[in-house]
């Protein structure tokens, strides 16, 4: 089998980290790895295959000979240096929102759109971890029942903003332990003991941009412009599992147990459904998988047509590395790189 | 000025505890407290307005003399003792769902639908928490425009549980500190950087029960069966305060700054909506406060005639001890008592 030259960018940061793994796990085809990330964390260690890489700052380096190149950087690192590696001959699959929506760029999740990838010029952009798990599941009943509108309420894990994030989440739960003061720093407010309806700053339709990114993604990877879409996107003290519930209403009505049947036959879910045994998806149940979960599926007695679900998912998995390399396997499997 | 001896059953609970905070701080006209609970805690001190009062044991006991009787003491103390209390001539305010559906119990939050409260025979059923805050946003808007449809997701403080759960979640962030095995008792599983889409057993139509409570309550307190309403309603890590992202279709269409205006007017809410500042509601925000907070208004993106609110409130206070006291100070004024 043919192996790749692989780099991945931010490869000191959560999302990094977790690419690192997901490629392990998941055999890709790796000749040879290198590790970009800021100055600051150049010089770093990291193994990969039993092998120790010294990490490289990414200013500068060039990307020439580097065959696929998994940036998780950050907005500026990708908008800065992921044309620069598409320039040097990389195929990049780009985890930042920066070049999710331009027209020539496939936003994609393999499960949902896997044919966008065949126009791509070079770039692939990741979505959004929220976005990425919705669509997962309402893809299939999409297909089914045509998807008239959505209307979902976030519970996302603080590991979406970062390493910062979770170590001060830790640190708060420490300080309230021990009576002392609760440093606040990454957020604006605590997130230990509370939630935060804030993701992202806030345009002047009032939603965040991680709502705007979860309503506009979700048309372009679903290739419907008609779904309609609205979103709160709330944060909450858990580390790793963004969870979701769901509201969609459909052109055709379909019964709980049709949804069901559905989810069950679709790729990359797993029905987690007995509520009477206190079994639906849970974040630390999701943490460390890469399907996404689905329960507490029933008719919405609101709406004819309606129907509800519950969806939790691991963010760095699913909704950010795995992802990332789905669409690097995809591409492989298409012949496109 | 007139002052009433009042009781209050199951007085050494989360809520019990609270209502003889708000007794005190609203300066109720007690002329005399009489403190009830289960036989375990019979005999335990509780202080009231600087005066040491022993809780007494519910079980034999008589109500007889007693003008006011505050039940919080949980469904089965309240299906047995409420009616004996109204029977020896107390005036019963429930905090239980037991009587919450019967046609011939007023439901009541005071901001909502204090004339409801003229229909009584001796109880008043207190609204369940999620739903009490909910009613008291949706009012204004229902007056103005109509509600047709109601979508919410709750995030809920682990205080709606009782005490034990308060301690359970303390327990477990300290467990996790330390790096020992978390103790999981009170729900069915860990609470602490979690979220459970579990209130309450299930009904064969999917709900839990306290989804049904806020979807049935809600139609009941605000008079009209023809609003639909569906809810996700999920516990998170807080201790105390319930927050609620609401989607409402109205049959006129509003504004967001029609809805501000609105909001701004109501009895019982705080607006508290500059996102940009990152002000918005919040759990840790609204513990210890009356009014419901409300913010994140702005226009639903999906719906012509829909609009998002994100509202929060002390879930043992106006989800609570406060409303049911707010309810007996409404049937002072109106001379009911």
Redesign the interface.
Known sequence: MREYSVAVVGASGAVGQEMLRVLQQRQFPVKSLRAFATRKSAGQKIEFKGQSITVEDVEGASFRGIEVALFAGGEVASSVYAPKAVAEGALVIDNSSHFRMDPKVPLVVPEVNPDALKQHSGLIANPNCSTIQMVVVLKPIHDAARIK???M?S?QAVSGTGKAAMDEL?AQ??A??AGQPVPVQVY???IA??????IG??GP????EEETKV?NETRKIMGDDRI???A?T?R????IGH?E?I?VETERPLT?AEVRDLMAKAPGIKVVDD??K?V?????LAAGQDDVLV?????????PN?I?L?IAADNLRKGAATNAIQIAETMLNLALV
Chains 1, 2 share one sequence.
Request: aromatic share 8%.
């Open positions: 509108r959505v209307v309420s519970y830790q739960m420490q309230l332990v604006p407010h605590q003991l509370n939630v935060l309806p804030q700053g806030f339709d009032g939603y965040s309503m309609a879409v609205t709160t709330v909450v003290p858990v580390l969870s519930a509201n709980a509520p009477a206190s639906y998806p849970l974040p630390i329960g507490r599926i029933r008719k919405d007695l609101s709406h309606g509800e519950w």
